[in-house]
């Protein structure tokens, strides 16, 4: 399988919020890294990922609360 990289403009714009993503990230199959950056004003989601697709990423994403979109 190939790598990947995913960006997403999102609303997680906290330590708080990367919190309640983070064990669903964490956990699932397929997303190698991922990080938030929450000084950026769009909030860039970064995955880096293999054998995931980016609307199974935005699937989870949105299951945790937040909004993503592609960049």
Do not use: R, Y
Request: hydrophobic fraction near 35%; include cysteine.
């Amino acid at each position: 399988m190939e790598n990947k990289e995913f960006q997403f403009k999102t609303n997680i714009n906290c330590g708080g919020c990367v919190a309640s993503v983070k064990p669903h990230l964490d956990k699932a199959e397929g997303v190698s890294e991922w990080n938030v950056d929450t000084d950026n004003k769009d909030k860039i989601l970064t995955i880096k990922a293999e054998g995931i697709t980016e609307e199974q990423v935005l699937d989870i994403i949105k299951k945790t609360g937040f909004k993503a979109e592609p960049v």
